[in-house]
T-cell receptor, first 115, second 110 residues
Framework: NAGVTQTPKFQVLKTGQSMTLQCAQD?????MYWYRQDPGMGLRLIYY???????DKGEVPNGYNVSRLNKREFSLRLESAAPSQTSVYFC??????????????FGEGSWLTVV | KQEVTQIPAALSVPEGENLVLNCSFT??????LQWFRQDPGKGLTSLLLIQSSQREQTSGRLNASLDKSSGRSTLYIAASQPGDSATYLC?????????FGKGNQVVVIP
């Protein structure tokens, strides 16, 4: 039972390069999320997708774009990476809205370093 | 803006002692509160979810309480074990989003 799978696990980018973080869930969940975790800052929401075909900005969306490719997959793209985007990125999913008490499931994280 | 605070940031306890972790939040208009566990280099695992209408939830050795009016939640872990060593995060839910605290880093000493 894979749950939420993120790729790649580790990546080093040069400033200005672009890359896409991939996320897939096999739980038939409707909602998916991208968070970043930084020391001393906690987890912060970048973007989320309440259902297939919809995306919304979170707390820190600047410098990122997302695509909800289908119900299973939700990708995060850095168009022009900056050192401030060095972080650990987590993808997550839930069956339905978090307000309704749905459990959220996290992937294992992607460590991104921008030099 | 919702602020979630967890105190202490880090603590060590001898095996067998009960653990008490505190979480406070500034805006009491929440839908629910969740406690998560995070092991080093891993993602988060949901431990307990308390809806705003509830006062507590229990799962095995874990018990979480919620006092929404005072903006506080407490996670109790009974008879701690070395395997309980991890970071515990609290998150409050509103508008289908979660606001996270920075976590309590726990070490249980054998």
């Amino acid at each position: 039972n894979a749950g939420v799978t993120q790729t790649p696990k580790f990546q080093v980018l040069k400033t200005g390069q672009s890359m896409t973080l991939q996320c897939a869930q096999d739980m038939n969940h409707n909602s998916m999320y991208w968070y970043r975790q930084d020391p001393g800052m906690g987890l912060r929401l970048i973007y989320y997708s309440a259902s297939e075909g919809t995306t919304d900005k979170g707390e820190v969306p600047n410098g990122y774009n997302v695509s909800r490719l289908n119900k299973r997959e939700f990708s995060l793209r850095l168009e022009s990476a900056a050192p401030s985007q060095t972080s650990v990125y987590f993808c997550a999913s839930s069956e339905g809205p978090l307000n309704s008490g749905n459990t959220i499931y996290f992937g294992e994280g992607s460590w991104l370093t921008v030099v | 803006k919702q602020e979630v605070t967890q105190i202490p940031a880090a603590l060590s306890v001898p095996e067998g002692e009960n653990l008490v972790l505190n979480c406070s939040f500034t805006d009491s208009a929440i839908y629910n509160l969740q406690w998560f566990r995070q092991d080093p280099g891993k993602g988060l695992t949901s431990l307990l979810l308390i809806q705003s209408s509830q006062r507590e939830q229990t799962s095995g050795r874990l018990n979480a309480s919620l006092d929404k009016s005072s903006g506080r939640s407490t996670l109790y872990i009974a008879a701690s074990q070395p395997g309980d060593s991890a970071t515990y995060l609290c998150a409050v839910g509103r508008n289908n989003r979660l606001a996270f605290g920075k976590g309590n880093q726990v070490v249980v000493i054998p």
